[in-house]
């Protein structure tokens, strides 16, 4: 900061609502300033506290730039729990642009809510929001006002799930050693919610998403009763339950599997087979999308015409199962993932799959893979924060990667931390090409979207289904971020700027970079992680997948995400399918402007 400048603070209450404004002042001004009551020295030299005078009070006006968040408390005395609103807002200097305003109020956010020195109290976090604008990083901001208000019981939003008892069993584990382990137990305890549902219901649940995570494969009941941890008894009464719903069917040696609803997924026919059978030449899908959850295949399938699903089926060991038909003028085929992961079987598994996928089928040319993932929430610019049910397409960045992995995070002597990456990128841009125009045709046109009639059309078809592919009510859209010591904040969603609006009705579209691996299982390092390389989303970890497509000389590869929760460590069920739905339409899209080189051969 100007050595001529000093950050003058002034107190106001107005009803239940305490204002603390935070301005940057010339010397000889804040010398000046009426009711000064204190001028700090020493290491905190150039923080003057101006005296709490209504007199003094002013209409700051609207904003130029708001962060606004929930906190999570807990008393520490009482124990007692209790919701704060605290807003952040910025005024500029003259001639600031929104990149700018974007980038200083986003980085002021992150140094404050940094989880390893989040302050715990008012005084502490006046201190820092004072500190932090004496630092040059932050000299654009002239003026900011933290608002915060203590939020009575009705008033408060439903919290993320926290309960007394979570943070007492969380106390008994203190004595942990690894602490970056003990502290994301802490933040998945935060975020568990308790059932209350009758216990057939849950058992019920965990079979069906068990069966949904495995399919095509077969479980045995030994297998289900280890997966749940359930009884025996309560395994076999709701497996014939599922299956009188005819959600799974029953295998010879006892075994079970996910049942595709054949007859409410647009007519496919669904055919049990040993062997695929040979399908002629001109008859060969050109395009391979490749899905790592039941909700994913079923929506990709949805987009299909004349399609046709196999599972090549084994009683034990690994099954496959592939969807063949058109999108347009394109043959394609689809296929699950039968699990994917950082477990050793998972990356096996999923890297053999694609091989023999692409083994199958020798005639493609482009891979898609499509899903849901994790949006990378940008808490200050809204124009590059995705909401639930958003959709994100991979593009690369000034590098010409599209997906970072990283297997070993590292740490120098001077305890600066550094990524051991495996990268990926296309060597045949022509996907990245009709990405980039379907990009300037929406920036022309913010009305063009094709995905939202194959969305309408793919809900329309799968609206019988088990899960529901309809779009869940905005007031789910809730972002939380984990600040340690059991304390959570829910940060609100960046205002959009004046003049300009998005509807809450139909997703967005974004364009980025995917990341994975070990950083993402970490709150820290999974938001450094993402930062350092401008993620838009942490997915799953695809890299044997990847491995397999580069491996067989497939240079044309995208992914097509549809974002059902953000990267803080949640698995959004409730927007799993829709967030699936979303992806599967974008595809759509893009796949039928792909050229059909085939078609154009014979003209």
């Known amino acids: 900061m100007d050595s001529q400048e000093e950050i003058v603070m002034t107190p106001t209450k107005k009803g239940k609502t305490t204002h603390i404004k935070i301005e940057r002042k010339k010397r000889q001004a804040a010398d000046s300033t009426a009711g000064v009551v204190h001028v700090a020295g020493g290491q905190h030299q150039g923080l003057v506290i101006a005296k709490n005078d209504k007199d003094l009070e002013e209409d700051l006006g609207k904003p130029q730039l708001q962060l606004g968040f929930m906190c999570f408390l807990v008393d520490q005395k009482t124990n007692e729990h209790f919701v704060e609103s605290r807003k952040l807002k910025f005024w500029y200097v003259d001639g600031t642009d929104y990149y700018n305003q974007v980038t200083t109020a986003y980085e002021f956010f992150k140094e404050l809510v940094r989880p390893e020195n989040f302050p715990r109290d008012y005084v502490g976090f006046i201190k820092k929001c004072m500190k932090q604008m004496q630092d040059q990083r932050y000299n654009l901001a002239r003026k900011m ?18 309960t007394p008892e979570m943070f007492d069993a969380d106390q008994n584990n203190n004595n942990n050693n690894n602490k970056k382990e003990e502290e994301e137990r802490t933040r998945k305890a935060c975020f568990k919610k308790e059932d209350t549902r009758p216990i057939e219901e849950i058992v019920r649940e965990k079979l069906l998403t068990v069966l949904e995570s495995a399919y095509p494969n077969v479980l045995s009941v030994e297998d289900l009763v280890r997966i749940t941890g359930a009884e025996e008894s309560k395994v076999m009464e709701q497996l014939q339950e599922l299956k009188s719903r005819e959600l799974i069917r029953e295998m010879e040696k006892g075994g079970y599997v996910r049942q595709v609803l054949d007859e409410k997924t647009g007519g496919t026919e669904v055919q049990m087979v040993k062997q ?21 295949k079923v929506a990709v399938d949805a987009m299909m015409d004349n399609k046709t699903t196999y599972v090549r089926y084994k009683t034990e060991g690994e099954s496959h199962v592939y969807t063949t038909g058109y999108i347009g003028e394109h043959k394609v085929v689809s296929t699950k993932l039968p699990q994917i992961g950082h477990v050793r079987a998972a990356q096996i598994s999923s890297g053999s799959t694609t091989t023999r996928l692409l083994g199958t089928f020798q005639n493609i040319e482009h891979v898609f893979i499509v899903g849901v993932t994790g949006g990378v929430p940008q808490f200050a610019d809204y124009y590059r924060h995705p909401r639930l049910g958003d959709i994100i397409i991979s593009t690369c960045d000034k590098k010409g990667y599209i997906y970072y992995h990283c297997d070993k995070i590292l740490q120098d002597k001077d305890g600066s931390v550094n990524y051991q990456l495996k990268t990926w990128a296309p060597r045949d841009l022509e996907l990245q090409r009709l990405v980039e125009r379907i990009k300037d045709t929406r920036d022309a046109n913010p009305d063009y979207a094709p995905w939202e009639q194959y969305l309408q059309e793919g809900q329309e078809l799968l609206k019988t289904q088990e899960a529901n592919y309809e779009r869940p009510p905005p007031e789910s859209d809730r972002l939380y971020m984990s600040i340690g010591d059991n304390q959570v904040i829910e940060v609100q969603h960046p205002e959009p700027p004046d003049g300009v609006s998005r509807r809450l009705d139909a997703p967005s579209v974004h364009f980025g970079v995917m990341g994975a691996g070990r950083p993402i299982r970490n709150e820290v390092s999974r938001h450094d992680f993402a930062n350092r390389y401008t993620l838009a989303a942490c997915d799953s970890e695809f890299d044997q997948v990847l491995e397999s497509i580069v491996g067989n000389r497939k240079d044309s590869f995208l992914f097509v995400r549809g974002v059902s929760d953000y990267i803080d460590g949640q698995h959004n069920k409730e927007w799993t399918p829709y967030a699936s739905l979303a992806a599967a339409a974008a595809t759509k899209a893009i796949v039928k402007s792909i050229p059909n080189r085939q078609i154009d051969d014979d003209y």
């Not at 030449?281 to 790592?292: E, K, L, S, V, Y």
């Open 276 to 296: 695929m059978p040979t399908i002629a030449a001109n008859q060969q899908p050109t395009i391979a999308i490749i899905t790592a959850n039941y909700h994913e």
């Open 145 to 162: 006002d933290l608002e915060i208000q203590h939020l009575e019981q009705g008033e408060a939003p439903t919290s993320p799930g926290i």
